[in-house]
């Protein structure tokens, strides 16, 4: 059988059986699951190879699967995160209800994103993409809360974005007579400048719902905290991406060919700093740590969506590369918010503190990867960084590399509410009991973190099937000109050589790591966080030390005036105009047969009063 | 061979940078009893601290992250220091001067702080991490000047690498200080910021918060601490030197101008109030961003 469909089928098949045989015992559910996500993502690695497809026909029209570079990086990306997740989804959502349900849907979001990646023409692609969207939403309700008011909102945005795009398919199969993207690609030189601009666009809506573009990301905050931690890892890792991957197909092969095209370019830059700071902002405000990095993962998108736009080379490399790396550090740390929710029952930053000796393998994972997002060298994060400033300044960029720095540079104060929040502070008897969470669930977050910090040492590892992808794209070779295995070079040849850097930094860690630390243990004594001079007075065991309210509050006074506006309450009222609306036209139905008639005889008064206008008599 | 002359090159490096940084923080002590009306310590009062400092033994820990909190914070110093052009050509100092631009400059300095905001969170103590949020908060206020001048030069002279833009006014004869003026001015409204002086020491606070993020700190810890803190400042007014007021060609030139830049922070210090957090905040997003502005303006335009 050919190994791409086998592939698909399999996880199909998987999907079902887990539901089905999960009915019976649960040993079998698990195994099913982990199997069906691990087999075919070992047959895919193993057997499938760049640039073969394959190709069938329904209803006269000519379908094709296959892979391209760009979408070889992209699976690693799903099914590498997918297989971590998904042997930690076992751990962390065991004695849970109606687990059956749940795997299949993780099985099938993989499944479908697989597919998006695999999908070489517009119909598949778009089946895929609402298998995508229907097995996320299931998920988003999964826990049955804020179903009203997250699920809708969801369900409305990716409505929005999928018509959109299914228009845009119509349209290009009119002008064309084929579905294949190829055909598209290869003719879109000869459409009229109007369908050279709605073609993209309406594309682009498709996209942007997807990684929550503003003002197209209302939905991301709520729907990300609201799906199981296991999934969101999923979901704001991996399938916010499939949007990252439509866009940068749309931004190279079709928007460089219009006309003018450079001002499409331009604004989506602008709303993805936009984005970024708006995200930054607002996850700032944040007390919950799941609506914190939901906020969060709105702002690194923007930073991805900037480097898409901005469209020069080095800032494409930045864009997949932040792009891999978010996934790798947004995926672990939903990990991280999952494993203390299952081990304290709350993921509310004011309520957990002081687990640092508690859960401290979770800390370090946290750790490593909020030190990636923070963009602080030596670990991954950093690459993405530098590029995408190296790129803004070198392409004249200057006012947006201001606003991307402000929003990076924000990202300190949320990255520490974090870790501070869960881990640091006061230990309070109250999570004195808390254990570090299953070895299930850590091993998946520790490989996270080791990912980080491999990355920023040996960027070429993934910069590497990056270039492929840009090659593939178009773009010339920029492996040398722009990176070696592990050395930055910016487009003025200035550059910066991470190995001698990590090298420097883990050798005087070290040193001061252990001046500090080789007597510390044999002759100090651990004494508890109450047991501090506070203004020269010891505290008394009762006294309440743990801050953690209005953490930020000084700085949030100082951009209360960007705060104040939220695009959420615009959509709010569009939604409150058409239900009056709605409500107006339903009021015309009164159930009353005398009103009927008198409808009747307007209608006809007004049809008799311009009959002249009408009718021409 | 190679490798252990470099090595030996850091080490004096770092030596001079502690030694420069500890008797600066010495003489601004002396400086501001002087203004006070009080006679003060004596200059080397901090290499006194720092030798009892390092005599005295621990008997306590709040954990692991405390004792790698000053170690954090050392990275952050001893790392910039490599990547910090001591000297115009280098010569002994030349360190890790080719491995990092200005860019990863930035960042591995914000390191420091994250360092110590752990160390500090460990303990439990509310008053540093108190200090710690202001500290991060009035951080992102005067990083934002400070970029904006650094893209002005960046763009100006199309490089983003330090030892590029010394050549550059090598050559052309002129400090960036009087041909990039606006910059300049930017650069050192952050510097007032970054230097922690009144008025923006609310992060320490001394009476408020007891010295904030150091709070629980003694010893070897503070001893490493004050230490970073006397390399860091080095590092800092060294890089201001290169960028804006041509390198130094030898070690008294240097001692001299950035002595000359560090009172600027110093002096406006002695005699002012203290802002609270989103004041100073607001501060740098005053006119040292417009200064920025019209910083990248003039490099965009002139």
Do not use: C
């Amino acid at each position: 059988m050919e190994m791409i469909y086998l592939i698909l089928v399999l996880f199909l098949g998987g999907a079902v059986l887990t539901w089905l045989l999960g009915k019976i015992s649960p040993i079998i559910r698990d195994i099913l699951f982990i199997s069906s996500v691990i087999i075919p993502t070992v047959l895919f690695f193993m057997n499938v190879e760049v640039g073969h497809d394959v190709s069938f026909q329904v209803l006269g029209y000519k379908l094709s699967w296959g892979i391209s570079y760009l979408a070889y990086l992209f699976s690693y990306i799903v099914l590498g995160l997918g297989s971590l997740a998904s042997v930690y989804a076992v751990a962390a959502m065991k004695g849970k209800k109606n687990l059956g349900f749940f795997y299949s849907n993780f099985i099938l979001s993989i499944m479908s994103m697989m597919g998006i990646l695999l999908s070489r023409d517009l119909i598949s692609f778009f089946i895929f993409w609402e298998i995508m969207t229907w097995s996320s939403y299931l998920m988003v309700v999964f826990r049955g809360k804020d179903v009203q008011k997250v699920g809708i909102k969801y369900f409305v945005f990716s409505a929005i974005g999928a018509y959109a795009m299914l228009m845009a398919i119509v349209i290009v199969n009119s002008l064309t007579n084929s579905l294949l993207i190829s055909d598209l690609v290869s003719s879109f030189g000869s459409f009229s400048l109007s369908m050279k601009w709605l073609i993209p666009l309406l594309l682009l809506i498709g996209f942007a719902v997807k990684s929550a573009m503003m003002p197209l990301h209302v939905w991301a905050p709520g729907a990300y905290s609201n799906s199981p931690m296991a999934f969101t890892s999923m979901f704001s890792g991996a399938l916010s991406k499939m949007g990252v991957y439509g866009m940068i197909i749309v931004m190279v092969s079709l928007v460089s060919y219009i006309p003018n095209g450079f001002w499409l370019k331009e604004t989506i830059a602008w709303l993805g700093g936009i984005t970024a700071v708006g995200g930054t902002l607002w996850a700032v405000a944040q007390d919950d740590a799941k609506k914190l990095l939901a906020y969060s993962s709105v702002a690194q998108l923007g930073y991805i969506i900037v480097g898409i736009g901005i469209g020069t080379p080095l800032a494409m490399l930045s864009a997949l590369f932040m792009a891999v790396m978010h996934a790798i550090f947004k995926g672990n740390l939903f990990l991280v918010v999952g494993a203390i929710e299952r081990q304290t029952g709350t993921s509310n930053l004011t309520e957990v503190s002081g687990l640092i000796r508690k859960m401290p393998w979770t800390f370090i994972s946290a750790l490593f990867s909020i030190i990636a997002l923070a963009g602080i060298p030596p670990l991954g994060g950093f690459v993405g960084k530098w590029m995408l400033y190296e790129s803004l300044i070198g392409s004249n960029h200057y006012l947006l590399v201001i606003v991307v720095f402000f929003s990076s540079t924000a990202a300190f104060l949320y990255s520490y509410k974090f870790l501070f929040g869960f881990f640091l502070g006061q230990e309070e008897k109250e999570w004195s009991h808390i254990k570090e969470a299953p070895a299930m669930m850590v091993v998946p977050m520790m490989i996270l973190a080791v990912a980080t910090f491999v990355l920023g040492t040996f960027p070429g590892l993934v910069l590497n099937p990056i270039d492929n992808g840009l090659q593939e794209l178009g773009f010339a070779s920029t492996q040398g000109r722009y990176w070696e295995m592990s050395a930055l070079f910016n487009e003025w040849g200035n550059q910066v050589m991470l190995q001698p850097l990590v090298y420097a930094i883990i050798a005087v860690f070290l040193f001061f790591a252990a001046f500090l630390t080789i007597k510390g243990f044999k002759h100090t004594r651990y004494v508890t966080t109450k047991d501090i001079s506070s203004s020269g007075e010891v505290p008394k065991e009762h006294e309440n030390l743990t801050f953690s309210q209005n953490f930020f509050q000084p700085f949030l006074r100082a951009v209360e005036p960007f705060m104040k506006r939220r695009i959420d309450t615009y959509y709010s009222g569009i939604g409150n105009g058409l239900e009056a609306i709605f409500d107006f036209t339903r009021r015309i139905y009164t159930g009353n047969g005398q009103t009927y008639a008198l409808y009747a005889v307007i209608f006809i008064v007004v049809l008799l009063m311009f009959k002249n206008a009408l009718f021409g008599l | 061979m190679e490798l252990i002359l470099n090595i030996l090159g850091a080490i004096a490096t770092i030596v001079l940078a502690f030694t420069v940084g500890m008797s600066y923080g010495g003489i601004v002590r002396k400086i501001t009893a002087r203004v006070h009306n009080r006679m003060g310590p004596p200059w080397y009062q901090n290499f006194i601290d720092a030798f009892k400092l390092a005599g005295k033994t621990t008997a306590i820990n709040h954990g692991i992250m405390q004792h790698f909190g000053p170690a954090f914070i050392m990275v952050s110093s001893i790392v910039s220091l490599m990547i910090v052009p001591v000297l115009n050509g280098g010569g002994w100092f030349e360190n890790l001067n080719f491995g990092g631009d200005l860019i990863f400059l930035l960042y591995i300095m914000v390191f420091g702080p994250l360092g110590m905001a752990l160390g500090a969170g460990q303990t439990g103590n509310p008053n540093s991490a108190i200090g710690i949020t202001r500290g991060l908060s009035q951080m992102v206020g005067f990083e934002i000047p400070w970029v904006m001048a650094l893209v002005a030069l960046m763009v100006q002279f199309d490089t983003t690498s330090i030892v590029d833009i010394m050549r550059i006014q090598n050559e052309s004869g002129t400090w960036m200080m009087f041909s990039s003026p606006f910059a300049f001015i930017a650069a050192v409204m952050a510097m007032l910021g970054m230097f922690r002086y009144s008025p923006f020491d609310i992060v320490g606070a001394p009476t408020e918060l007891a010295s904030g993020p150091v709070s629980e700190n003694g010893g070897k810890y503070l001893l490493t601490m004050m230490s970073s803190g006397s390399i860091f400042a080095f590092v800092k007014l060294t890089l201001y030197v290169d960028l804006f007021m041509g390198g130094a060609d030898n070690l008294i030139i240097l001692v001299l101008k950035t002595f000359a830049l560090y009172m600027i922070p110093v002096l406006y210090g002695i005699v002012s109030p203290r802002y609270r957090t989103e004041q100073s905040i607001r501060f740098f997003w005053g006119w040292p961003t417009f200064f920025g502005l019209l910083a990248i303006l003039y490099a965009v335009f002139v």
